[in-house]
């Protein structure tokens, strides 16, 4: 995939974020140490996603590369501030020191079959003002999420970056729902990344909703934003009752198939009000 192409995917999906990728060598080609260039970038409000090697990381000390979002730094104390889902699939912070960070990059650099593919990215944040929102576009998606026949597999054969993923985790749509009921009835198909990116999404998904009364791009709804907030609540119970009954090994639990039900249940009512309000506002 181009840079191009990757950055035009991501702006299809945020428009707000703007995303360059290259090869993450090219900063050794030019010269230029990762510490100097992390810390360039974060002073211009770019904020650069690389791969780091963790065995040279104190406090992680694991024995994988991934790739780490890097967000800001403190040049006193020689630390930069990360943000890396090795946590299985959950989102944690991580304090890196800057000696690290140049060891375990560069550790990466001197071997050519552990650099393969590697390329750094960069994101920018650009402002709602310069950037509207795609009204049109938002609409199609929040009919195809309702539309559980097939779409998931359309939506990852028309992005070659979704082909390499493990097809269990791609669903993008309500199977979602029927997913998870087929993971809850046995404990060795329990994958806890399902339910922290699940929660993660109906939590993005209520700011958004909140984003597009606040700009005043829809009518604003007790009711809708009353749905937005109950679907964000019922995941993360969701979330914690399944991981407690795991611990227990009671996965088979009615009251998870339950909790299930009224979650999707909500989904879909808060999805049709926004699919209502958008289409009092442009008449789609």
């Given at each position: 995939m181009?840079?191009?192409?990757?950055?035009?995917?991501?702006?299809?999906?945020?428009?707000?974020?703007?995303?360059?990728?290259?090869?993450?060598?090219?900063?050794?080609?030019?010269?230029?140490?990762?510490?100097?260039?992390?810390?360039?970038?974060?002073?211009?409000?770019?904020?650069?996603?690389?791969?780091?090697?963790?065995?040279?990381?104190s406090s992680v000390n694991m024995d994988r590369i991934h790739p780490c979002f890097f967000y800001g730094y403190d040049d006193e104390k020689k630390l930069f501030f990360g943000r890396d889902n090795l946590d299985e699939?959950?989102?944690?912070?991580?304090?890196?020191?800057?000696?690290?960070i140049e060891t375990s990059i560069n550790s990466i650099q001197n071997s050519t079959e552990r650099l393969m593919n590697k390329n750094l990215v960069i994101m920018e944040y650009i402002d709602y003002k310069y950037n509207p929102f795609n009204?049109?576009?938002?609409?199609?998606?929040?009919?195809?999420?309702?539309?559980?026949?097939?779409?998931?597999?359309?939506?990852?054969?028309?992005?070659s970056s979704f082909k390499s993923l493990n097809e269990e985790i791609a669903y993008v749509n309500l199977e979602i729902y029927d997913y998870f009921l087929e993971m809850f009835q046995s404990i060795h198909r329990y994958d806890r990344r399902m339910l922290y990116l699940f929660s993660e999404h109906k939590r993005i998904m209520n700011e958004r909703i909140r984003f597009l009364v606040n700009k005043e791009l829809i009518e604003s709804t007790d009711e809708l934003i009353t749905l937005s907030d109950e679907v964000f609540s019922l995941s993360q119970r969701l979330l914690f009752l399944s991981l407690k009954l795991l611990e227990k090994g009671d996965l088979a639990n009615p009251r998870l198939v339950l909790l299930l039900s009224e979650v999707k249940e909500k989904e879909i009512k808060m999805t049709m009000y926004l699919l209502q309000a958008i289409q009092r506002r442009y008449n789609y």
């Amino acid at each position: 995939m181009t840079c191009a192409e990757h950055d035009n995917i991501t702006r299809i999906i945020c428009p707000y974020i703007k995303q360059l990728s290259f090869p993450q060598k090219m900063i050794s080609i030019f010269n230029n140490s990762y510490v100097n260039f992390i810390r360039t970038c974060i002073d211009g409000n770019l904020y650069p996603i690389c791969h780091v090697d963790y065995n040279f990381i104190s406090s992680v000390n694991m024995d994988r590369i991934h790739p780490c979002f890097f967000y800001g730094y403190d040049d006193e104390k020689k630390l930069f501030f990360g943000r890396d889902n090795l946590d299985e699939g959950k989102f944690i912070d991580y304090i890196f020191g800057f000696d690290e960070i140049e060891t375990s990059i560069n550790s990466i650099q001197n071997s050519t079959e552990r650099l393969m593919n590697k390329n750094l990215v960069i994101m920018e944040y650009i402002d709602y003002k310069y950037n509207p929102f795609n009204m049109k576009y938002l609409y199609n998606e929040l009919q195809a999420y309702l539309d559980a026949d097939g779409y998931s597999k359309q939506k990852m054969n028309n992005f070659s970056s979704f082909k390499s993923l493990n097809e269990e985790i791609a669903y993008v749509n309500l199977e979602i729902y029927d997913y998870f009921l087929e993971m809850f009835q046995s404990i060795h198909r329990y994958d806890r990344r399902m339910l922290y990116l699940f929660s993660e999404h109906k939590r993005i998904m209520n700011e958004r909703i909140r984003f597009l009364v606040n700009k005043e791009l829809i009518e604003s709804t007790d009711e809708l934003i009353t749905l937005s907030d109950e679907v964000f609540s019922l995941s993360q119970r969701l979330l914690f009752l399944s991981l407690k009954l795991l611990e227990k090994g009671d996965l088979a639990n009615p009251r998870l198939v339950l909790l299930l039900s009224e979650v999707k249940e909500k989904e879909i009512k808060m999805t049709m009000y926004l699919l209502q309000a958008i289409q009092r506002r442009y008449n789609y």
